[in-house]
């Protein structure tokens, strides 16, 4: 029922780093050294900057867990313009349409990029720099982004909804493959299966996969994909076909939203333009729109 555009897309890791001036600007990689002053910069959006931020607060700037590179534009000042995440997924802040091309030149020479995300404009305006080195997309879509905020309308408690176990893996797999499949149009599960189950085993373990299971069936879930002190990311959504149009969902989403919102500002969370049964779901449950994305799913090589 949303987005899964962070969450699963297999890479072939290279972590390599360069640097490459542009105007008046210099690119350079980002080390752990430069984590304060990343976060500083990242923090004057928060809710715009979960996935690039949320990566930093869990893994740091080095990190083979990030699947790809931080870079950052200066100005002639040596002041932050803009900062990029680019391998697996290529995610970037900035307001700067010079940083924007310069992240795209660099982007250009990453051949195991399999995702680009951001705000409609932005990523309009980076494709169109980024697709000047002969690269086409395989899938496209506009998603909007919600967020939740207090206050959230007590509802009735969902007794089973839980943090999952290890042990629940084989629920949870099949679930958000399928998820994944019906966004990115690959199936992660034959792409890559055994790192498509490490992450998840990952998630798990770091107490960020929210499950309810009744009489061995997965009646819901939802993966915390990304999380800084002021904002949280969710993506995989999902509610049994079966199970749906009873206010199970609603109910869960309230119910973790309450838990989460006790040390967190917002919950947001993507979803495709064209699911208006999602928008209305999301809507029930407390969220408001608050902007517009763009997911460009890019041709692999290999």
């Not at 313009?81 to 900035?94: K, S, W």
């Not at 506009?142 to 959230?152: A, G, H, K, T, V």
């Not at 999902?238 to 939203?257: D, F």
Request: with cysteine.
């Amino acid at each position: 029922m949303t987005s899964t555009a962070l969450q699963d897309q297999p890479s072939r890791v290279a972590l390599e780093t360069f640097s490459v001036a542009e105007s008046s600007l210099t690119v350079e990689s980002l080390t752990d050294e430069h984590k304060a002053e990343t976060l500083a910069f990242l923090s004057a959006r928060p809710l715009h900057t979960v996935f690039l931020a949320g990566f930093i607060h869990d893994y740091g700037l080095e990190s083979q867990m990030n699947r790809g590179v931080f870079y950052a534009c200066r100005n002639s000042q040596g002041d932050i313009e803009g900062v990029a995440m680019i391998g697996n997924v290529i995610l970037f802040e900035t307001e700067s349409p010079a940083a924007l091309k310069t992240f795209s030149r660099v982007a250009q020479d990453c051949n195991f990029a399999r995702v680009i995300l951001g705000e409609q404009k932005k990523v309009e305006q980076f494709w169109r720099h980024y697709s000047g080195g002969g690269q086409s997309p395989r899938r496209r879509h506009r998603q909007l982004l919600f967020e939740q905020r207090w206050p959230i309308e007590a509802r009735e408690l969902v007794v089973g909804l839980r943090r999952a176990m290890p042990a629940d893996l084989s629920l949870i797999l099949p679930v958000n493959d399928e998820l994944v499949f019906e966004e990115s149009g690959e199936h992660p599960m034959k792409i890559d299966p055994a790192g498509f189950e490490r992450r998840w085993l990952h998630r798990i373990e770091q107490g960020r996969v929210l499950i309810w299971i009744k009489n061995g069936r997965l009646i819901f879930n939802v993966g915390i994909i990304c999380e800084t002190p002021d904002v949280v990311y969710i993506e995989g959504v999902y509610v049994h076909p079966e199970e749906r149009g009873k206010g199970y969902g609603v109910r869960c989403l309230s119910q973790i939203g309450r838990s989460l919102l006790k040390r967190d500002q917002s919950v947001c969370l993507l979803a495709n333009e064209n699911n208006s049964k999602a928008h209305t779901f999301y809507r029930t449950a407390g969220y408001r729109l608050r902007g517009y994305y763009d997911t460009i799913f890019l041709n692999r090589e290999n």
